[in-house]
């Protein structure tokens, strides 16, 4: 069973950084897109950044220039490095992937979430 767990949230101060990691277990044959998401009190769940498995990186217009995602294909993991923190990217951080478990089998899988609170 494929399991993806977050770490790293926590609270900071306006201006500050803060770093999520995310790490895939169990059986995986390969991992394809991963990427994280974020959903504050009341809103929709919102795309933050993504990375393909060749290292190409996509970011929402809010967070860039501030945020940067990587992954390390061999340890199965992804990070999250945010940079200039703000109040208003307080949220509960989702870590997603595009797995195949079995080479013909490709399914989408969540972590728990992690909470980032922005606050001085």
């Known amino acids: 069973q494929v399991r993806l767990v977050e770490s790293g949230g926590g609270l900071v101060q306006p201006g500050g950084p803060l770093r999520l990691s995310c790490t895939a277990s169990g059986t995986i044959f390969s991992i394809d897109t991963m990427a994280w998401y974020r959903q504050a009190p009341g809103t929709q769940r919102e795309l933050v950044a993504t990375i393909t498995s060749a290292g190409s990186t996509n970011y929402a217009d809010s967070v860039k220039g501030r945020f940067t995602i990587s992954r390390d294909n061999a340890e199965k993991t992804v990070a999250l490095q945010m940079n200039s923190l703000k109040p208003e990217d307080t949220a509960v951080y989702y870590c997603?992937?595009?797995?195949?478990?079995?080479?013909?089998?490709?399914?989408?899988?969540w972590g728990q979430g992690t909470q980032v609170t922005v606050s001085s």
């Open positions: 997603n992937a595009n797995i195949r478990p079995y080479r013909f089998t490709n399914l989408i899988y």
